[in-house]
Structure formats: structure tokens, C-alpha cells
């Protein structure tokens, strides 16, 4: 049993001790009742201060990822460190046999886990270096395809090999010379000219070596459906349909990622342009892909209606409205003693309703304050 | 009915469908009607329990629900009335409900909802408990919503 204040209530939390009327010793709400947003309303509307709660079970969900959550954090970094490995060496082609053992355990991993989790691996993708950003980069647009592939009903074979694919997209970078790739700021028209050719670059390393689909992908992921894309200007249905898929996710994940040179979007402003820039996108890729995440984009931060901040972490399909959260702040804007999990879409929830999306420079500040405060959350 | 009851579902749903439907309302006619009353072809039915009870039926026309489903979907326009635009047109009713308990709760109402019901069909007839009914229609250019209310004080 421990005490809280009213207004740290939420829903689903349970009674330890009757709560009487002050002054009139009438009890209000009797103890073990569930608490359920009308009783906290009927409670904060008397002079009561704190209430006596009995700790939660924990779901078996929340128990999953208290458990999860560093075996994923490992297999992120090293899966960013096997890429890194396999990338680096690819240059070498005797060890490529070597090479494609490790990319399928690898992507195996990630499957598995995407299967598993996806919400928790995506939001891995915000624990950000810049140093290895290029390896880092890879297994996240890898992440991000294979939820696109997902949405569109992959089987587990196709979305291994747009894994491999995704991973290996930007192999060609390291032909490019490591000051251009590793570089802050702008680049020079030289250097540009110089990154542009990472696709036939990559293409070449992999032909041979690799299926046509992921040899595809290295060549064709700058490609935009509007023929506006480069090496070849390819347009429409001309572009491996994988390479689209990568296309979206490479260009989603450099928006919300930090670079040295500039500061990450925020999901909402990354999906905007995006929107904008749509001619880019095969349309009904981007129609499947805005659906999941353009109302509200998993990592973006939401005010309920009842003053509550949290983080969406998932968003299941056809409840766009409806998606899991990680709150943070309580109803009067003070930070959780514990981020909680909160499903939308529970009929529990159903008086529970998103107000807005916070603004960027709101995002940023709760972000970092989010961050700061619970460091070991993901 | 007392009007103390009735104004925060008005003033929810302005503001609800200014906000998520990017449209002003206009407010017609107040009605009185009785029960059953018939329905428009798109119906989102939500129960009210606590201090009130009844039912609160949104009323409006397919063309009008997919427009304002459309704009909550981030305009990725809804050529049908899909599971998607449902989702959308029930959040929509959801809001102003949950709105209006709040603003109910401030002036001393305590009141629950059920999750919203979605009925679809052309010649839908809804009958209440209870007999009265408030019509209140609000005008957008995207069409009409007309907002249905049969709630009675629970008195103990």
C-alpha cells in the first residue's frame, strides 16, 4: 500500500483504503474499488489530497519488457556493431560467404523481435550516436521496412530478405570517402557528386553476391517514383517494388534521427514533409504507411484530455486514434515517479481520448526532460 | 431537460468539429422530438450513466461523415466508408462526449459513457427509454450534424 496524490490517479489503479467525505466521515468510494476516471473526478472534486493505493500487478506485459528491454538495447548495439563488420568487409570478397551467415542471423534477430516488440525496437532507434550513425542507420531503416512489410502482409521469407536489403542499402557509402560520409554540415558540390554514386557503388559490391532484390534496392533507393530520384531517374513501376519500401523508410528515418549538423525532426514534422514531398513515393505504399503513422506517428508525444503526457509507442491498424502510450507526466503536468503504459484501444479507456499533439518545440522540451528523468526507459 | 445539461454537449461538439473536422458549426433550430426517431445514415449511439442517463445519438449523412473522417485521417481522402473512417467518425463522437463529461462533471454532474455503437443503414430508427428527445442540428459546409439527446437526472 503507499499514498499518492489525487492527482497522480489514473484509471485501472486500485483502492487500498476506503476514502471518506472530509468532515463528514461518509465514505465516498469504499477500499479495492477500481478506480475509473469518473470515480478520480468524483474524488478531486472533494478537498482530498491523497489516497491510499494498492501497487499493481504488473501486466505480463509490462513484466515482458522489463525484461525485454536491455536484451533489445544489446541486440541493437550489436546489431549496429555486425553491420558494421559485415559492411567494412564486404570490400572483401572471400569473406563474403562469412558475411551472409552473419546479415541472416542478424536479420533473424531483428525479425524475431519486430515480432515480438516492435514499439520497444523502435524506440531504440532514438538512442542515437553519431559516430556510427551509417551502421546505426542501417538497422534502423531495416526496422522500419519490415513494419512497412508487415502492414503489407510479407511472409517471413520476404521480410528477411527486405531486412538484408534495408541493412545493406547504403554499402556503397563506404566506396565514398570516409571524411564525405562521416562529415558535419554541408557538402560540396565535389563531395555531393562523390555520395550520389554510393548506389552504383553498393550495386557493384553486392552483384553477385547477393539476390537480385537486395542488389536492386542498393541501386535503386534514391530512385522516386516520380523519376525525380537518381543515379537513373527510373520512374513508377520501373523501380524494384523493395527499393520503394526502403526509399520510405530511409528518407522517414534520416528525418527523426539526429544528425551532427542538425537536430532531429519531430515524427509529426517528418511525416509533414514527407506528405509534401509525395509525388516521391509509390502511392500506396505511402497511403499504408501514413495510415499506421500519420495521425498520430509512433514517437510523438500526445496531451489527453485529461492532462496526462505520453509517448506513442504503438499504433495497431485501423485505430489510428486509439494507440498505446507511455505516460510520463500526470494530469497537472508533473513527471510520473514511473512511466506508464496505457492502451487506447482497452475498452477501459474508452472515456480516454488524445487532445493534441504537441507542438515541436513542446516535443523537444518533454523529450529531453523525458529523457533526463528516466534514463533507463526506452 | 434542463439546459444546464444540455449546453456542454453543444459547446463540445463546436468545439470538437472545429477543431478535428476543421469546420464551423452553426447551431439550427432547436426540435423537440419523441421517440423512436429516425436516424440519418450514419448514427453514432453513446449510453450516458451516473447522476444523468440516456443516450446521445450524432446523426449525419455518409457524404458528411466521410468528409470529416477525411479530415481527421489527414486528409488521405476515404473514398468509402472503410474501417478506418468508422474509427474516425466514432473518435469524433468520443471527443465531444468526453468533452461534455467533463465540463457535466465541473458543474457537479458525474457521469460514465459506453463506448460508441455505430449504426449504418438508410431507414435506421432508434427508440429510447426515454420518450423525449432534444434535436439539435449544427450546420458545417460539409453538411449537417444533428445531435439527438434523451438524458433525465437521476434522482436518489
Known amino acids: 500500500m503507499y499514498r499518492i496524490k489525487v492527482d497522480q490517479l489514473t484509471p485501472g489503479m486500485v483502492l487500498a483504503q476506503d476514502v471518506l467525505i472530509p468532515r463528514t466521515g461518509v465514505t465516498l468510494l469504499p477500499s479495492s474499488t477500481t478506480l475509473t476516471m469518473d470515480m478520480i473526478r468524483r474524488i478531486s472534486h472533494f478537498d482530498i489530497e491523497e489516497v491510499y493505493i494498492t501497487p499493481p500487478e504488473k501486466s505480463d506485459r509490462e513484466k515482458n519488457e522489463e525484461i525485454l528491454a536491455p536484451v533489445m538495447a544489446e541486440t541493437h548495439e550489436k546489431s549496429v556493431a555486425v553491420v558494421e563488420k559485415v559492411i567494412t568487409n564486404f570490400d572483401n570478397r572471400d569473406q563474403s560467404g562469412y558475411s551472409q551467415a552473419l546479415l541472416d542471423g542478424l536479420v533473424g534477430d531483428l525479425l524475431e523481435q519486430v515480432k515480438m516488440d516492435a514499439d520497444l525496437l523502435l524506440n531504440l532507434t532514438h538512442m542515437k550516436s553519431y559516430d556510427n550513425y551509417l551502421f546505426s542507420h542501417a538497422v534502423n531503416v531495416s526496422i522500419i521496412s519490415i513494419l512497412i512489410g508487415e502492414q503489407l502482409g510479407y511472409s517471413k521469407e520476404e521480410l528477411n530478405l527486405l531486412g538484408v536489403a534495408a541493412l545493406l542499402h547504403d554499402i556503397g557509402m563506404l566506396k565514398t570517402s570516409v571524411e564525405t560520409w562521416k562529415k558535419s554540415g554541408t557538402l560540396t558540390p565535389t563531395e555531393l557528386q562523390e555520395v550520389r554514386k554510393h548506389p552504383e557503388y553498393g550495386a557493384q559490391f553486392l552483384a553477385g553476391n547477393m539476390p537480385e532484390d537486395v542488389v536492386a534496392v542498393a541501386a535503386q533507393h534514391h530512385e522516386r517514383y516520380d523519376g525525380s530520384g537518381y543515379p537513373k531517374g527510373l520512374k513508377g513501376s520501373a523501380i524494384n517494388y523493395k527499393a520503394r519500401i526502403v526509399a520510405l523508410a530511409d528518407v522517414y528515418e534520416a528525418c527523426i534521427s539526429e544528425r551532427l549538423y542538425r537536430e532531429r525532426l519531430t515524427p509529426q514534422e517528418a511525416i509533414r514533409l514527407i506528405v509534401g514531398d509525395q509525388n516521391g513515393f509509390d502511392p500506396q505504399l505511402l497511403k499504408i504507411f501514413l495510415l499506421t503513422m500519420a495521425v498520430y506517428p509512433i514517437g510523438s508525444f500526445v496531451q489527453l484530455n485529461t492532462g496526462e503526457v505520453g509517448r506513442v509507442i504503438r499504433v495497431s491498424k485501423n485505430q489510428p486514434f486509439r494507440p498505446v502510450l507511455t505516460l510520463y507526466y500526470d494530469r497537472k503536468g508533473e513527471l510520473l515517479r514511473q512511466p506508464v503504459r496505457l492502451d487506447l484501444s482497452a475498452d477501459s479507456n474508452h472515456l480516454l481520448y488524445i487532445k493534441e499533439t504537441l507542438s515541436a518545440p513542446e516535443h523537444k522540451k518533454v523529450a529531453q526532460q523525458v529523457a533526463e528523468a528516466f534514463p533507463n526507459h526506452i | ?156
Open chain 2, 1 to 156: 431537460m434542463k439546459a444546464e445539461f444540455i449546453n456542454p454537449f453543444v459547446g463540445a461538439a463546436y468545439d470538437v468539429i472545429k477543431k478535428v473536422a476543421k469546420v464551423e458549426a452553426t447551431k439550427g433550430e432547436l426540435a423537440l422530438a419523441t421517440s423512436p426517431i429516425r436516424g440519418d445514415e450514419v448514427n453514432v449511439v453513446i449510453g450516458v450513466t451516473g447522476d444523468l442517463t440516456g443516450q446521445i445519438i450524432f446523426c449525419l449523412s455518409e457524404a458528411t461523415a466521410l468528409s470529416f473522417a477525411s479530415k481527421m485521417l489527414m486528409n488521405l481522402a476515404t473514398d468509402s466508408l472503410n474501417e478506418l473512417a468508422k474509427s474516425a467518425i466514432c473518435e469524433m463522437g468520443n471527443m465531444i462526449l468526453g468533452n461534455a463529461v467533463t465540463t457535466l462533471g465541473e458543474r457537479g454532474y458525474f457521469c460514465n459513457l459506453t463506448p460508441p455503437a455505430l449504426l449504418i443503414g438508410k431507414e435506421v430508427i432508434v427508440s429510447t427509454q426515454i420518450l423525449k428527445f432534444l434535436v439539435i442540428p449544427l450546420e458545417t459546409k460539409e453538411g449537417r450534424i444533428t445531435i439527438n439527446v434523451a438524458l433525465q437526472e437521476n434522482l436518489e
